[in-house]
């Protein structure tokens, strides 16, 4: 596609139950990076991806939450048994290299999560 | 650890003034810095990104940036305010690449208002 896409763009979720946020990379990008935006916030680092291996998750906030790129495209960030504190944008992005560095970025427009 | 402090959560300038957003960075290696906007409902969009040639950085849609060592700053500038400028502005820092993983930390943003 012409960007990076994340659907669904709005979830609203009972406390408790389980979330699955889709993140589709620009076509042929290698990395892949999620990140959280708090209310009022900037975003936050959560775990990177180059192609399908998950090669960073220091900034997963507990053991709900788990993400995944089986084949090297397309993601998936699951929470489960969400929580109040996990209201917040998830903001995809890819790049297309992963031996160059201050490669650019792009962002998704992001899935606001809104967890009553 | 890297950091970046956004200084001014608000700022609003007249139409035709100029726009300084300023942002400060703490790092214990030479950084890699980075200014993002985010129009309402969209995604992250890269502005410029300074890399260590040269100390000004010319941007898109008007622009810049300067990077300071000795005051650790990288306020962004533009001579002349737009409508078009009002929107989410954000710092961020990388000081490591990592096999791809280019994890940006992020400011708390700031918030453009343009005054007709």
């Known amino acids: 596609g012409a960007g990076v896409s994340q659907s669904p763009r709005y979830k609203v979720a009972k406390r408790g139950q389980d979330v699955a946020l889709r993140c589709d990379p620009i076509?042929?990008?290698?990395?892949l990076f999620w990140y959280q935006q708090a209310l009022g916030q900037g975003p936050e680092f959560l775990t990177y991806f180059q192609n399908e291996a998950q090669l960073d998750k220091s900034g997963l906030p507990s053991d709900r939450f788990f993400a995944e790129r089986p084949e090297g495209s397309v993601s998936t960030l699951k929470i489960q048994r969400t929580q109040q504190e996990d209201s917040a944008v998830y903001l995809c992005?890819?790049?297309?290299?992963?031996?160059?560095?201050?490669?650019?970025?792009?962002f998704g427009q992001g899935t606001r999560l809104t967890v009553v | 650890a890297q950091s970046v402090t956004q200084l001014g959560s608000h700022v609003s300038v007249s139409e035709g003034a100029l726009v300084l957003l300023r942002c400060n960075y703490s790092?214990?290696?030479?950084?890699?810095l980075f200014w993002y906007v985010q129009y309402p409902n969209q995604g992250l969009q890269l502005l410029l990104k300074y890399t260590s040639a040269a100390t000004l950085v010319k941007g898109i849609n008007g622009f810049e940036a300067e990077f300071k060592k000795s005051e650790t700053s990288f306020h962004l500038t533009k001579p002349s305010a737009h409508m078009s400028d009002a929107a989410e502005y954000f710092c961020a820092v990388s000081e490591e690449f990592n096999f791809g993983n280019e994890k940006l930390t992020f400011g708390t943003g700031t918030r453009l208002t343009i005054i007709p």
């Open positions: 076509s042929g990008h290698v990395s």
């Open positions: 790092s214990s290696v030479p950084p890699y």
């Open positions: 992005a890819s790049s297309s290299r992963s031996d160059r560095a201050h490669t650019e970025a792009f």
